[in-house]
């Protein structure tokens, strides 16, 4: 069964700054990828997803993330933060071949300092 | 532009009632999902279905059971509500291998069991 890591429970950085999300995820063959984003009492929204090709995938927002196969990585990034960005990530996967079953990360609580 | 919607949004309910929880999506989407978000924990499945008349048990399924008996249509049911099921429920829809298989979200129900 495949599972996801997030190592960061809560972020904090100042707006303007860059801004990397740790996400990893153990699964024996290529697995679907998701960021998604939770404001407070909303829904997840996604931000990006990777499901093969370019390992640099941009998503909305400013976004982006890398697929690094050998680390089993797939790490969120936005060059310069916006207060706006405060809000929960996760991270999370699905079998490949299928969307069906998503698996997710606890979450990285992200606040953003003026 | 209602995409995946859940009702209710908010309910207190006692230990030992029961109620259900409805989601309807307007995507004509094949397979509909059930999670349940907890502090910490990210979010689980709980039960899923991959069409109308169909269901199967995910990751955490005791003390729910579901019906899809229209496609748009999947309903979570609690029989008898525990403090244990205080919880943040989440619905999804899609259909594996169009618009990318993203997989789409509701808004959230957040259900308060005492």
């Known amino acids: 069964a495949q599972s996801v890591t997030q190592p960061d429970i809560h972020i904090t950085v100042s707006e303007g700054a860059s801004l990397e999300l740790r996400c990893n995820y153990s699964y024996g063959a290529t697995p679907y990828l998701f960021w998604y984003v939770q404001s407070p009492g909303q829904g997840l929204q996604l931000l990006l997803k990777y499901f093969s090709g370019d390992t640099l995938v941009q998503g909305i927002k400013g976004f982006e993330a890398e697929f690094k196969r050998s680390q089993s990585s797939f790490n969120l990034r936005k060059p310069s933060v916006h207060w706006s960005d405060a809000a929960e990530y996760f991270c999370?996967?699905?079998?490949?071949?299928?969307?069906?079953?998503?698996?997710f990360g606890s979450g990285t609580q992200l606040t953003v300092l003026p | 532009n209602a995409g995946v919607t859940q009702t209710p949004k908010f309910r207190v309910l006692k230990t030992g009632q029961s109620m259900t929880l409805l989601c309807a999506q307007d995507?004509?989407?094949?397979?509909m999902y059930w999670y349940r978000q907890d502090p910490g924990m990210g979010l689980r499945l709980i039960h899923y279905s991959v069409g109308e008349g169909t269901t199967a048990k995910g990751e955490v399924p005791d003390g729910y059971n579901v019906s899809r008996l229209k496609k748009q249509n999947f309903l979570l049911g609690l029989e008898s509500a525990a403090p244990s099921q205080t919880s943040v429920y989440f619905c999804?829809?899609?259909?594996?291998?169009?618009?990318?298989?993203?997989?789409?979200f509701g808004e959230g129900s957040w259900l308060t069991v005492v």
């Open positions: 995507m004509n989407h094949e397979y």
């Open positions: 999370a996967v699905a079998p490949s071949g299928s969307a069906r079953q998503l698996t």
């Open positions: 999804a829809s899609n259909t594996p291998g169009t618009s990318g298989n993203t997989i789409y």
